[in-house]
């Protein structure tokens, strides 16, 4: 019989992911659970299949690895999450070309198209700054360049969308679907992209944990009100951030001054609860300010169901470059809210008594 052998892999960073995968994925299809949560999901996202992965950082190598060769081209929105900028890194050790492109723009996309294009990569809304991108325009550009569509779309969910995006590949982490960090997500998608991640499993002799499963289920049925709640609370607080002089920038999609607040009002059924501002103090101020809260917490890990705050730059995208920190315009009072289901005059009255002690 032929023995299964697992890929090799050029970095501790790739070595990581799948190490986690091994330990993670422990069920099969055949499993009753399983397959019902698949069905779902697969059914919200007018996709034929939907596969469950452990975290964003499983699925970003699953996606990433299976949609780029040695020779081969990806082309990514210019914003990015530091986990997609991480894994732009690894795939740019492996031999794959990277391009950039605005996604608003539809002449640059087609200028950044090249006969080795597989893929078109974008998170909506994408990190940092929280853009809204036209998936539709974006899906009829791979489509006539033959190449494929994959669109994260961890930091709202689907229910956060009036459609379901149309892409090739959809992928989905925990941390929204469970309220509790980065947790088990998915990919949903077409047999012909799949089929790559497919095997990686099946030689595994993957087995979920139930109590997973079945956290997500029971998730499901609170996911709507949580966003709700957590997005009428962000608006709230943006509306108390564009007022306060120590704020020189806010990004949130439910403000008129974000740039794609037009778009966002068009295909958002509300404007989550994620939200980017820059403050007007240097990077010790950052971290001393975030010092100073009692209710909210210091986290990376956005999505929860208590409000956390982060410091881009030495938190999340610490170990991005400078020189890409600087071009994604991540600066050193730049700070990210995730808003939880906390009262909003607490959450107000908590960032009123920091912000007034800098």
């Not at 970095?11 to 993670?24: A, V």
């Not at 509790?180 to 099946?202: C, K, M, V």
């Amino acid at each position: 019989m032929e023995q299964n052998t697992l890929p090799t892999f050029s970095s501790h960073f790739q070595m990581q992911c799948f190490s986690s995968l091994l330990e993670y994925l422990k069920t099969s299809e055949d499993k009753e659970q399983h397959k019902e949560i698949c069905q779902h999901i697969a059914t919200l996202e007018k996709t034929p299949k939907a596969i469950l992965v452990p975290n964003s950082r499983i699925a970003f190598a699953a996606c990433f690895l299976a949609s780029g060769a040695a020779g081969s081209h990806i082309l990514v929105h210019h914003h990015l999450s530091a986990i997609g900028e991480l894994w732009l890194e690894e795939l740019a050790q492996l031999g794959v070309a990277i391009d950039r492109a605005d996604f608003h723009d539809p002449n640059a996309i087609e200028a950044a198209f090249h006969p080795k294009t597989r893929a078109m990569w974008l998170e909506i809304p994408s990190q940092p700054f929280l853009d809204i991108v036209d998936t539709t325009v974006c899906a009829q550009l791979a489509k006539q360049a033959g190449v494929m569509f994959a669109v994260d779309e961890s930091l709202g969910t689907p229910l956060l969308f009036k459609e379901p995006h149309p892409a090739d590949i959809i992928i989905c982490s925990g941390n929204y679907l469970t309220g509790l960090g980065d947790a088990i997500g998915y990919i949903a998608g077409y047999d012909a992209f799949l089929e790559h991640i497919q095997p990686i499993i099946t030689k595994l002799s993957p087995d979920h944990n139930e109590n997973q499963l079945l956290l997500l289920q029971q998730a499901w049925e609170s996911l709507s009100l949580r966003l709700t709640k957590q997005s009428q609370t962000a608006l709230a607080i943006a509306e108390f951030f564009r007022k306060n002089n120590k704020i020189t920038q806010i990004f949130y999609p439910g403000l008129s001054t974000h740039p794609d607040h037009a778009q966002a009002t068009r295909c958002l059924q509300s404007y989550g609860s994620i939200m980017t501002w820059n403050l007007d103090t240097d990077w010790q101020g950052c971290l001393r300010f975030l010092e100073y809260f009692k209710i909210i917490k210091i986290s990376p890990i956005w999505g929860q169901r208590n409000t956390t705050i982060e410091h881009l730059s030495s938190m999340n995208y610490l170990m991005v470059h400078p020189n890409q920190k600087a071009k994604l315009g991540i600066g050193p009072g730049t700070i990210q809210l995730s808003i939880g289901m906390e009262k909003a005059e607490d959450i107000i009255q908590d960032l009123d008594q920091a912000l007034r002690r800098i």
